[in-house]
């Protein structure tokens, strides 16, 4: 049996509809993974030292955060972490940081570890803010590193672009949901269907402070193209560092992302000195 026009065009209109609902409907399920703790749940890491806090960041909201600790701390990093688990495991990468003389200051989303709350894209982005505006009270700014891993890079985005920190630093970071959706279906209109607005790529055209990308080349997850598209909305106030072989959850052990760490930190110590272009082969014309 032959069909028209007409018929293709309804019968691909219906699957449309009922792709997006689901997507609609169920895209908590996509995006969060998260892992519940009990109450009496007590955090603790070796070589860490980490003092448990909470906020009621709205009226019957409880978020659930980790303060960890060095001496003589440098500055403080605001670490958002990824979609899955809670802090209870995240909280290890903290040493990244620890070891090079900043405090870790680490939230679980709504729904995550002992968070509570109903998740919605509002209501993550005001516990955020809600949170890094307690530390802003602690350190200024400039003492200030935000970091973002994964889902955590549009709200690490969206705090750099709405405040002042030193510097923002995104890890393997998405270009927004929207765009992670059209990735497998790439024919569906998804921005009508999407109830979490993370546009990590909008943030970014804000944000004022010093911003570094780490994407792993073999990223399967995020391809590092996406990097590659972020670090063009800024390009003179963005360095991107592609960790060749790694991953998107492995990118923690390669060596040379601790390198790239060590040396995006020293340079919040010790900003890298002026070149001066007229002395480099920056103007030659290599065809005359």
């Not at 997507?23 to 399920?29: D, N």
């Amino acid at each position: 049996m032959k069909l028209d026009f007409y018929t293709v065009l309804i019968v691909f209109c219906v699957i449309t509809l009922i792709l997006g609902l689901i997507i609609y409907f169920f895209q908590q399920k996509f995006f969060f993974h998260p892992e519940k703790l009990p109450k009496d749940f007590k955090f603790a890491y070796d070589n860490l030292h980490a003092e448990e806090l909470t906020a009621e960041t709205e009226p019957g909201v409880f978020i659930s955060y980790l303060h960890f600790k060095t001496e003589h701390p440098k500055g403080i990093v605001f670490y958002l972490k990824g979609n899955t688990k809670s802090i209870k495991g995240w909280g290890k990468f903290a040493i990244d940081f620890t070891r090079l003389q900043y405090d870790v200051i680490m939230l679980d989303y709504r729904g995550f570890g002992k968070s509570t709350g109903k998740r919605t894209s509002e209501g993550l982005k005001h516990d955020i803010r809600f949170i890094y505006n307690l530390v802003k009270q602690q350190v200024p700014e400039d003492r200030l590193v935000v970091y973002g891993r994964s889902l955590g890079t549009p709200f690490a985005a969206m705090l750099a672009a709405k405040n002042n920190p030193r510097l923002l630093i995104l890890n393997a970071p998405i270009y927004s949901l929207e765009r992670s959706i059209n990735r497998y279906l790439p024919w569906l209109p998804a921005k009508y269907f999407m109830r979490f607005n993370l546009p990590t790529y909008k943030y970014l055209r804000g944000v004022k402070c010093p911003i570094k990308i780490i994407h792993g080349s073999d990223d399967k997850l995020v391809p590092v193209k996406t990097a590659i598209e972020l670090s063009e909305i800024q390009p003179e106030n963005t360095r991107l560092y592609i960790i060749l072989k790694a991953g998107h959850i492995n990118v923690h052990t390669f060596k040379e992302y601790h390198r790239v760490l060590d040396e995006v930190f020293e340079d919040i110590e010790e900003p890298e000195k002026e070149i001066n272009f007229q002395n480099t082969s920056m103007n030659i014309n290599h065809r005359s």
